[in-house]
């Protein structure tokens, strides 16, 4: 299907999922003020396109981390894709491998680690891990990735605590004592989704169920939740690096500074994110706090970028301004609820047409051309 516009896709989101839960992926922290500045940074950037450059067929493969990208989007780690859809992570991990480019697996994902691995090349998933305050947990997540042969691992720093996010708590999102008679209500207005979701059995969080956290998916994120280590460190970046002989990627890094001791740490990546305005309401937005990052750490390491990315045009300012990837969430989440498998490859391809749209307007042949020509065609407005 021709896709339109990813807010296209969203509506139709909307129609598919329970009002809580479209509300859960929809929402940011306090105001959503930097929900809406990570689209919004965008405009702050312009393109002067060039003419007459012959460059009707341009090249928008990658190569990251030693990894050839068929396109520089992959679609980033989000909590409980798989009560979007049933068998979400699964369906996503054969479209971006059919795609090209890797995938991001949440610690809260439905279906286990081995599974994901199992319905895709595991080289090319990049799993993502919250520090626990367990560390013989955490060493068992590790055997585990390595022993389904994962490659990288992505470790989320900007989730020390949980903030305030309101649509959650009027909804009694996630409140300890599971669902309210709202959400019930509004589940059972959704027959289809529902049907479907049940058929794979009671939704668990998968890859923590043999840790004994809780028997509800519920029980299961308040454990994982008060796991989680809110005096995360260097010193635990530092225990990870030695822990993991993978690709290693910390996702969260706003301040030039913090990604400069990233390097420093030894890890191959990071990820500029805000973790999509669900954290620290106010923080800059990610296309804004590129530059500067990049400025300071491009020629030594992997940077890729999340946050408001909705367009493929979005992807060509986040490159020409120095990330080498873009990671998307919301959107591929929109497109497992609207329409499964196909919903994803629907919208990764209208990203690929965006892209190529874009530099072929442009005058530049390949997406690798983006940064270091970039004076020739961007400005800041
Ligand atoms: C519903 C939802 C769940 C998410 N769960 C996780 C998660 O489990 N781990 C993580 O590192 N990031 C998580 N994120 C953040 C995304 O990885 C990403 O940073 C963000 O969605 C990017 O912004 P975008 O949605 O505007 O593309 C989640 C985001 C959403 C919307």
Redesign the pocket.
């Known amino acids: 299907m021709m896709l339109i516009s990813i807010d296209d896709v969203r509506i139709h989101a909307r129609r598919n999922l329970p009002a809580w839960f479209f509300d859960?992926?929809e929402g940011g922290a306090y105001s959503e003020t930097t929900l809406r500045r990570?689209r919004a940074g965008f405009d702050r950037y312009a393109f002067l396109p060039r003419v007459l450059q012959s460059a009707s067929r341009p090249d928008l493969s990658v190569q990251i981390m030693g990894m050839k990208w068929a396109m520089p989007v992959m679609p980033?780690?989000?909590?409980?894709c798989g009560l979007v859809h049933a068998g979400g992570e699964v369906l996503t991990a054969r479209v971006a491998s059919a795609c090209g480019v890797p995938m991001?697996l949440?610690?809260?994902s439905i279906a286990p680690m081995e599974d994901v691995a199992r319905a895709t090349d595991p080289a090319r998933i990049m799993l993502?891990l919250y520090v626990l305050k367990n560390r013989d947990i955490m060493r068992d997540l590790l055997v585990r990735a390595r022993a389904c042969g994962i490659g990288t691992l992505?470790l989320?720093v900007d989730?020390t605590v949980t903030p305030m996010r309101e649509r959650d708590a009027r909804n009694g999102f996630r409140g300890a004592g599971g669902l309210s008679l709202r959400q019930l209500v509004q589940m059972a207005g959704k027959p289809r989704w529902f049907a479907r979701i049940m058929r794979h059995g009671q939704p668990q969080i998968g890859n923590i169920i043999r840790y004994n956290m809780g028997r509800t998916l519920f029980e299961q994120a308040a454990n994982i939740g008060r796991e989680m280590d809110p005096d995360l460190s260097w010193t635990d970046l530092a225990w990870l690096r030695d822990n993991w002989q993978g690709k290693l990627v910390v996702?969260?890094i706003l301040h030039p500074d913090d990604a400069v001791q990233c390097a420093q740490a030894g890890v191959d990546g990071i990820?500029v994110?805000n973790?999509?305005?669900?954290q620290m309401d106010g923080a800059l937005s990610t296309i804004e706090a590129l530059p500067a990052i990049a400025a300071a750490v491009r020629a030594r390491m992997t940077i890729l970028l999340?946050?408001?990315?909705r367009y493929g045009t979005d992807v060509v300012k986040a490159l020409a301004l120095g990330a080498h990837g873009v990671?998307?969430?919301?959107?591929y989440?929109y497109g497992l609820a609207a329409n499964g498998e196909q919903g994803v490859v629907d919208v990764l391809d209208y990203f690929a047409d965006g892209i190529r749209s874009s530099l072929t307007l442009l005058g530049i042949s390949t997406v690798n051309a983006l940064h270091d020509q970039s004076a020739r065609y961007m400005i800041q407005s």
């Open positions: 859960y992926v990570n980033g780690p989000v909590g409980f991001g949440s610690t809260f993502q992505v989320t989730t996702k969260g990820v994110s973790h999509g305005g669900r999340d946050g408001g990315v990671m998307i969430g919301r959107p989440v």
